[in-house]
């Protein structure tokens, strides 16, 4: 996602009047400014994926927290955090996952020249930074040791 987008979408989220989405939104656009002023440069998309993971892990962990502590004298709080992340999430690109991530890890293990497990961390390194952490690293991680074994 860039600026821009970010940008229409806190727009768009405000004239529909949802609260929680314009607030996640603009959470997400204060950290891009944090960005851009303590490192003078314009923010990329990179960094908008990065301050969307970090809102979504602290949401993630509040969300835990006050599940682990009692649903009964909390639930408007946790109704609130899990709307907060099904918003997160839809911000963040699309994971690699079924068909596709089979495919590029396939195409990693041949080109890598892997022939067996010693060589798994060779190959998901090699995944995570060619989808830039967007998959889902538990089925890439069955699927290559399965390949491997």
Do not use: F, W
Not at 56 to 62: A, G, I, L, M
């Amino acid at each position: 996602m860039k600026k821009e987008e970010l940008l229409e979408e806190i727009k768009t989220s405000m004239k529909a009047h949802d609260k929680t989405r314009t607030s996640i939104l603009r959470q997400v656009n204060q950290a891009i400014k944090q960005v851009e002023v303590d490192e003078r440069r314009d923010a990329t998309e990179a960094d908008i994926t990065a301050a969307v993971k970090k809102l979504q892990k602290v949401t993630t962990e509040e969300l835990d927290g006050l599940r682990k502590a009692g649903a009964e004298s909390h639930a408007e709080r946790i109704e609130t955090l899990s709307q907060q992340a099904e918003v997160l999430a839809s911000l963040l690109p699309k994971q690699l996952s079924g068909e596709e991530l089979h495919k590029l890890a396939d195409e990693l293990i041949q080109k890598l020249g892997v022939t067996d497990k010693r060589g798994m961390g060779k190959v998901m390194g090699a995944l995570t930074k060619e989808t830039n952490g967007n998959l889902d690293k538990r089925e890439a991680a069955a699927y290559v040791g399965q390949k491997l074994s």
